[in-house]
């Protein structure tokens, strides 16, 4: 059982920058991945970034190059650094826990709200 617990969610305008961070308690493996999924207003889930702690990465289209997803494997954590920040990255951000990269996560946290907004 792995428990992912998110902050650092809030309101940020146009072109700013936002990070956000998880810490998970439990049982991580180094090529577990943690990342992190979003879900906004009439949209389904959809995965923005997923890092392995040996550092494979994996992201959405819409993120590359302004969004970056790093782990901290003493602390077991992850973050997620959001630059250029949109109106359309606007949701409310999971941490997830997958047993490997590219597989579905099986650990969910409650979710921070990111809104983006002059």
């Known amino acids: 059982q792995v428990q992912l617990v998110e902050s650092g969610g809030g309101l940020v305008q146009p072109g700013g920058s936002l990070r956000i961070s998880c810490a998970a308690s439990?049982?991580?493996?180094?090529?577990?991945?943690m990342g992190w999924y979003r879900q906004a207003p009439g949209n389904q889930r959809e995965l923005v970034a997923a890092?392995?702690?040996?550092?494979?990465?994996n992201y959405a289209d819409s993120v590359k190059g302004r969004f970056t997803v790093s782990r901290d494997n003493a602390q077991n954590s992850v973050y997620l650094q959001m630059n250029s920040l949109k109106p359309e990255d606007t949701a409310v951000y999971y941490c997830?826990?997958?047993?490997?990269?590219?597989?579905?996560?099986?650990?969910w946290g409650q979710g921070t709200q990111v809104t983006v907004s002059s």
């Open positions: 890092v392995t702690g040996g550092g494979r990465t």
């Open positions: 439990g049982t991580v493996f180094s090529y577990n991945a």
């Open positions: 997830t826990f997958s047993h490997a990269l590219g597989y579905e996560p099986v650990y």
